[in-house]
Nanobody, 127 residues
Framework: QVRVEESGGAVVHAGGSLRLSCETR????????MGWFRQTPGKEREGVSC????????LYKDPVKGRFTISRDNTNNRLYLQMNSLQPEDSGTYFC????????????????????WGKGTLVTVSS
């Protein structure tokens, strides 16, 4: 049985940092591209950052470029998102996504080819 579980969400002041983690079980982790998505109430879930199975390619959506860093540990089946210089608009529930071997732009922008979702972890950035 596949399990995808995020952790690391918290309440933080603007300008602060957080590191999100995503642990996966029951799948061959490096067979998949991975991504982080964010959702706020009443809005569609949107891509934040995606990373290829090989770690060689990453993609960041414009609002987080230069502030967030996605990484993965294929030995321990984990995905990470280091978030620095957090702003109130970064608040939301962050979801880990397990995707097939598609272009990162397709995954992160169109949510194409996503096989599994985690249940999310809540990030709240106070001003």
């Amino acid at each position: 049985q596949v399990r995808v579980e995020e952790s690391g969400g918290a309440v933080v002041h603007a300008g602060g940092s957080l590191r999100l983690s995503c642990e996966t079980r029951g799948l061959t982790f490096d067979d998949y591209n991975m991504g982080w998505f964010r959702q706020t109430p009443g809005k569609e879930r949107e891509g934040v950052s995606c990373i290829s199975w090989s770690v060689r390619a990453t993609l960041y959506k414009d609002p987080v470029k230069g502030r967030f860093t996605i990484s993965r540990d294929n030995t321990n089946n984990r995905l990470y998102l280091q978030m620095n210089s957090l702003q109130p608009e970064d608040s939301g529930t962050y979801f880990c996504a397990v995707a097939g071997i598609y272009r990162l732009e397709q995954i992160c922008t169109q949510k194409h080819g996503i096989n599994y979702w985690g249940k999310g972890t809540l990030v709240t950035v106070s001003s």
